[in-house]
């Protein structure tokens, strides 16, 4: 056996969101290593600073206080400093949560920061360095997605059960302020000040709420045509402008308005996280792939220079993988990377950009069909292309959002796509494309969603998960495993064949029906009578298998194993240790069938090949 370094997976430059400081706008990275702050300089139109903030996978608040930009984190969610003038770093506050969600600055010099998974309010001082936990502004809730602050109140957009709370910084008073027909939602998604008035963009519809500060049941709720969310506000007097993913659209109203004019599309399906205005009227934007500035008269962009030595593409974290022919098509952040499977490269690597996320692959017919998050889309690429085409959506009544299993069913030409359901909703889907429209049975695993999809000549074998969408309690203790029969359209039967949580993925090998579980059990069914062949342990953590004949691999994120699969119970052999693999989602393998294995070590892509 050899092992071949064929160089990073996926590199991409990604930000997560930014803040202008006078003359700068400050960008943070994110789902790249390392993580750093940049300095536009909009004088000199170039980056002229950039800061490294140790320790952490990714930003995604940020706002200032004179000269200091202060950043929230995830993984974990810490507060840090970030002197303009010096570079100086300082971690100033542990939150004690996975994410730092967002960072706002109040009138009165505080930074306030909203977190995950408990929903709360952190308050920051930086001129006497006190840190004071407000507590949880929901206790039902997991998300503070985004607050801005007075004087006197914090106003915090809460999920993935929408609410808007109003938080005294006088009394600790929680006031939720949410109008009732907004209740069916899932986020408060980003707010902003207008004088006034409160601008809250609500998720997943796109609408707007404008809520009068000083009478709170005055409110106007403004709906935007065929989008889902908004994603930046800002304003300059009674005008408000806002941006909307995915199409990357920008709105403006002026307050009183019932409805929004669409101004453009700066760029399409770009998703501005940050807006603001230059003293010369244009509009400048955070970006995920970088900044821009856009006029509002000739409704033109210019792309901001973003080129730096100490801001290049740099590695992150793949989320998918997928053999296609001479190439292995690697998922990540903002698109896809090509790379040639060969050690000496048959042709250089490059990336496919577009918004989102593929969740999984696969390659048939010389097809890469790809589900993408979000708004759990479908798209294709050929497999010696250089762009995707968007073929269809799931439609949104189902309320899915996030792949997590996309297989060709070669024999009747369908493609078949598992999906989690949305933030704070229940029951994930099954959904089938037959060529002309996508087909959906949501709750066919009743409460949990469906992870894995292995086609068989009459119908698909499903896996559960019991986690469904994101700020929901799990309501079962075990994953389901599943028989679709095309012809019924209906479940033939329903097992729980495995103590675990999660079936990340299903192969079926002559006869027997194997499953891969997220805590690591490999398991074996025979489909016909549901009888439980046998389970073994093949690691810390389950991912995605690689099938060659009737040999089971994968990867427990450290080592690569191997299975042969008959009836009876195997050992595990372990073909490699200490690759010290890091993914943002489930570790996998991939083949070309016949002698050779793909998957990472670090950050890179390697290639295996069998003796």
Known sequence: MAISDLGPASQVLNFGNGVRVGNEIW???????????????????????????????GIWGIDAVGTDVFVSSYSPGLLFRVDTRTLDVTQVLDLRQEVGWNTKASPDGRIFVGTYPSARLWEYDPATGRATDHGRMDPDDTYVRDLVATDTTVYCGIGSHAGLVAYDRATGTRTDILPAELRDRTFGAVCHLAGDHLVVGISPTAEILVIDTRDTSRYQILKTPDDSFVVGITSRDDEVFYTTRPSGSLYRFRLGDSTPTLVGVPVAEASNVRLGFLDDGRLWAVQSAGGILYDLDTRTTEALDMSSPDLAPTPERPMSLCHAGDRIVVGGTLGV???????????????????????????????????????????????????????????????????????????????????????????????????????????????????????????????GSIVNGYGTTPTTTRAKLAYFDYRTERLAWLVEPTEGGVIVDLKLIGRVLVGMTRDGELFALDPRTREVLWRVDVGAVGGKLAVIDDRIFGTDGGRLWTVRVTRHEPTPSVLADGLNQSWFGTPEVVTDGARTLFTTRGLNLIRVDLS
Not at 28 to 56: M, N, S
């Open 27 to 57: 960008f943070a990275t994110r789902q790249i290593l390392p993580t750093r702050v940049a300095a536009y300089d909009l004088t000199e139109q170039r980056i002229t600073k950039t800061a490294l903030i140790p320790g952490v996978p």
């Open 337 to 463: 990377q090509v790379v040639s499977t060969e050690v000496t490269p048959a042709f250089p690597t490059f990336r496919v950009p577009f918004g989102g996320e593929a969740k999984d692959m696969e390659a048939h017919g010389g097809v890469v069909h790809m589900g993408v998050y979000t708004l759990a889309r479908y798209l294709t690429m050929p497999a010696d292309g250089r762009a995707v085409t968007e073929v269809a959506r799931v439609d949104a009544a189902q309320e899915q959002t996030r792949p997590t299993s996309v297989t060709v069913d070669p024999r009747r030409g369908l493609v078949l796509m598992s999906t989690e359901p949305d933030y704070g909703r229940w029951e994930g889907a099954l959904n089938i494309w037959d060529g002309q429209r996508f087909r959906s049975w949501r709750g066919i695993l009743p409460d949990q969603t469906v992870q894995s999809v292995c086609p068989d000549p009459h119908g698909v074998f499903l896996g």
